[in-house]
């Protein structure tokens, strides 16, 4: 069986271990065991990629 909620998770499980903060931080959760393992992530293209999924949403990404 297939978790059912995954497509319907919250802006923050989607973005984790990543972070927007405002006016235009990209932060990374240090508590997140993956952190170093795999390939390396294009931060700048990360924080693009968030603040699509935020406006997507129907979240304000005007002040980022």
């Known amino acids: 069986n297939?978790?059912?909620?995954?497509?319907?998770?919250?802006?923050?499980?989607?973005?984790?271990?990543?972070?927007?903060?405002?006016?235009?931080?990209?932060?990374?959760?240090t508590l997140c065991d993956?952190?170093?393992h795999g390939p390396p992530v294009d931060l700048a293209g990360k924080r693009m990629e968030l603040l699509v999924l935020r406006e997507a949403a129907g979240m304000d990404v005007s002040h980022y």
Do not use: A, M, W
């Open 34 to 36: 993956g952190i170093g």
């Open 2 to 29: 297939k978790c059912n909620i995954y497509p319907d998770r919250s802006f923050t499980c989607r973005s984790y271990p990543f972070y927007l903060h405002p006016p235009e931080k990209l932060l990374v959760s």
